[in-house]
């Protein structure tokens, strides 16, 4: 009985391995190909990064600017609350463009910063081709292999 159990489990692990070796296989000429080409890949990386390093500087400015402004506007909100309680007209006036100044470069900051980064929407845009081809070749060799 152990016997017949035992070649039994040998049968099933053997065809087992059959069916999943071509599967195993073209995993690994896909992971070879890959690491192959990562050094390929790496370079187009730094080269794009390189050329997007401006405007990635530029964006974090901005967003750093609009981040300023906002908790200035909100520091002369305050104050301008306060000072809305005193009677004279002068400080009124003198508050709200103060406050108006702080808003408008918040808006003005974040307006630029999203320009950016809307005008920018193909930022890398070499690098996601191709690792959006690579991952189609790689699906591709995958099926024809284990199919």
Same mark, same amino acid.
């Given at each position: 009985?152990?016997?017949?159990?035992?070649?039994?489990?040998?049968?099933?692990?053997?065809?087992?391995?059959?069916?999943?070796?071509?599967?195993?296989?073209?995993?690994?000429?896909v992971?070879?190909?890959?690491?192959?080409?990562?050094?390929?890949? %790496?370079?187009?990386?730094? @080269?794009?990064?390189? +050329?997007?390093?401006?405007?990635?500087?530029?964006? &974090? $400015?901005? #967003? !750093?600017a609009?981040?300023?402004?906002?908790?200035?506007?909100?520091?002369?909100?305050? %104050?301008?609350?306060?000072? @809305?309680?005193?009677? +004279?007209?002068?400080?009124?006036?003198?508050?709200? &463009? $103060?406050? #108006? !100044?702080?808003?408008?470069?918040?808006?003005?900051s974040?307006?630029?910063?999203?320009?950016?980064?809307?005008?920018?929407?193909?930022?890398?845009?070499?690098?996601?081709?191709?690792?959006?081809?690579?991952?189609?070749?790689?699906?591709?060799?995958l099926?024809?292999?284990?199919?």
């Open positions: 009985m152990a016997n017949l159990l035992d070649r039994l489990v040998h049968a099933i692990a053997a065809r087992i391995t059959r069916q999943l070796e071509p599967r195993f296989e073209a995993a690994r000429a992971a070879h190909g890959a690491v192959d080409d990562l050094d390929d890949r %790496a370079r187009l990386f730094r @080269l794009e990064l390189r +050329t997007e390093t401006s405007r990635l500087t530029r964006m &974090a $400015v901005y #967003a !750093v609009a981040v300023v402004c906002a908790i200035g506007s909100l520091l002369w909100i305050c %104050a301008g609350v306060i000072l @809305l309680a005193w009677t +004279t007209d002068y400080r009124n006036h003198a508050i709200l &463009a $103060v406050v #108006a !100044v702080w808003v408008i470069a918040t808006a003005f974040i307006g630029m910063a999203r320009a950016l980064a809307k005008r920018h929407q193909d930022a890398f845009r070499l690098s996601r081709a191709l690792f959006a081809a690579d991952a189609a070749i790689a699906r591709q060799y099926r024809e292999r284990s199919g």
